[in-house]
């Protein structure tokens, strides 16, 4: 069996609206306060029923607004003919400002239109028929009760959509505001990581492998060494991290500027980094074929140039067999510079200090921020298989970001 129809429950506004209309409607009756005589000897009494049928169309001024109009249309006309109440006529204007105001956006441009086109026909049509001035008042009449309610729904109407899309802009610029901020912080906290992973791991990978090679020999001198080592790289570590802290705290009043490291400190970087190997029985070669005399680099690519070299040097630390790590730069005219680190691939039994795995992810962000390529894996050639990281730099900045 198919289901009635369900109506929609009206406002609790409607439902007031329309019963002070009907209760408002009674007692001018009562008093028989009617606003003209009845037309063509129509009973009077059936003023009460265009009443009651415009307050009930009342309560679907919101929820089916275009009914309610035509229904209000019918009522009032049958209201006028049997002498008319005032009441009638105010609740019909009413219907006709909710009929712009509720109905869809088309309706809602036609209505006006339609009640220019009526008060022009209530202007003309009685204008030519009685051919009396006067008659021009039924259209002055006309204009008051649909013109004006349709003009006010109209005004109300564009200013709350203007409303609305003032609100759903300032929405979408807080939404992206947010967006911009937690894409911020994510920015910032891998900056953070790659900052403390880059300057701190190379340290704390040498101490933990110079400890093991300190618990396990029995030669007193090769245990100075060890310890040695380890309380340079303790102290520059230590060093680091205050200064990394101290930028994070409070950048603004930090009292000396934050160096930038340079490929003109990769001397200082070899030089610790082949007094961490030598146990290891790795040698550190640099090759620097750039040319001399060229221009200097931008600063983001001298920094991820060091940076590689730096992350790959503790790879090779800690995970590379005994042999010769090669480290290449080269940069040729319109091109971009590139760094190479080979180290020997061999079998392990495991890597000789634990790491995170984050080194060769921070090594591809500040490759990608910059345009760049970095390949990383092992390559076999006739010398046999080796690790080899190869990094192409671009030093334009037109798809480059700053690099942190």
Request: one cysteine or more.
């Given at each position: 069996?198919?289901?009635?129809?369900?109506?929609?429950?009206?406002?609790?506004?409607?439902?007031?609206?329309?019963?002070?209309?009907?209760?408002?409607?009674?007692?001018?009756?009562?008093?028989?306060?009617?606003?003209?005589?009845?037309?063509?000897?129509?009973?009077?009494?059936?003023?009460?029923?265009?009443?009651?049928?415009?307050?009930?169309?009342?309560?679907?001024?919101?929820?089916?607004?275009?009914?309610?109009?035509?229904?209000?249309?019918?009522?009032?006309?049958?209201?006028?003919?049997?002498?008319?109440?005032?009441?009638?006529?105010?609740?019909?204007?009413?219907?006709?400002?909710?009929?712009?105001?509720?109905?869809?956006?088309?309706?809602?441009?036609?209505?006006?239109?339609?009640?220019?086109?009526?008060?022009?026909?209530?202007?003309?049509?009685?204008?030519?028929?009685?051919?009396?001035?006067?008659?021009?008042?039924?259209?002055?009449?006309?204009?008051?009760?649909?013109?004006?309610?349709?003009?006010?729904?109209?005004?109300?109407?564009?200013?709350?959509?203007?409303?609305?899309?003032?609100?759903?802009?300032?929405?979408?610029?807080?939404?992206?505001?947010?967006?911009?901020?937690?894409?911020?912080v994510a920015s910032e906290r891998s900056r953070m990581a790659r900052e403390l992973h880059d300057m701190v791991a190379n340290h704390l990978s040498a101490i933990a492998i110079h400890s093991s090679a300190a618990l396990s020999l029995k030669d007193p001198a090769a245990t100075d060494e060890a310890l040695g080592v380890i309380r340079e790289n303790s102290v520059r570590g230590l060093t680091e991290m205050r200064r990394l802290i101290g930028l994070l705290r409070d950048p603004g009043e930090t009292s000396e500027p934050a160096a930038t490291s340079t490929l003109d400190a990769l001397d200082t970087l070899l030089e610790q980094a082949r007094a961490n190997g030598r146990p290891s029985g790795q040698d550190i070669v640099l090759a620097d074929e750039r040319p001399a005399g060229a221009a200097p680099l931008p600063a983001p690519v001298e920094l991820a140039a060091y940076r590689i070299v730096q992350e790959s040097l503790t790879n090779a630390l800690k995970h590379a067999a005994p042999g010769r790590v090669d480290i290449t730069l080269a940069h040729h005219a319109d091109g971009p510079l590139e760094v190479r680190v080979i180290s020997p691939y061999g079998d392990r039994d495991g890597p000789r200090a634990p790491g995170s795995g984050t080194g060769l992810i921070g090594m591809r962000e500040r490759v990608n921020l910059l345009g760049g390529t970095l390949d990383a894996g092992p390559v076999t050639g006739p010398g046999g298989t080796v690790w080899r990281v190869r990094a192409a730099l671009p030093l334009g900045d037109e798809n480059a970001q700053t690099v942190p």
């Open positions: 069996m198919p289901s009635r129809p369900h109506l929609p429950r009206p406002h609790q506004h409607d439902v007031l609206i329309g019963l002070g209309g009907l209760l408002g409607g009674l007692l001018m009756w009562a008093l028989e306060l009617h606003n003209n005589p009845s037309f063509f000897h129509v009973p009077r009494f059936l003023g009460l029923i265009a009443l009651g049928v415009i307050s009930a169309a009342e309560l679907l001024r919101r929820s089916k607004p275009l009914v309610a109009l035509g229904v209000g249309t019918a009522a009032l006309s049958l209201d006028i003919i049997s002498g008319g109440l005032a009441v009638t006529v105010l609740m019909y204007t009413d219907l006709v400002y909710a009929a712009v105001m509720y109905s869809g956006a088309a309706a809602a441009q036609r209505i006006p239109r339609l009640c220019w086109l009526a008060t022009g026909l209530a202007t003309v049509v009685p204008l030519a028929v009685l051919n009396d001035v006067r008659a021009l008042l039924a259209g002055a009449f006309v204009g008051l009760i649909v013109v004006v309610p349709a003009w006010t729904g109209t005004v109300v109407r564009n200013h709350r959509e203007e409303a609305q899309a003032a609100r759903l802009e300032a929405e979408r610029i807080a939404l992206l505001a947010e967006l911009d901020r937690r894409e911020a």
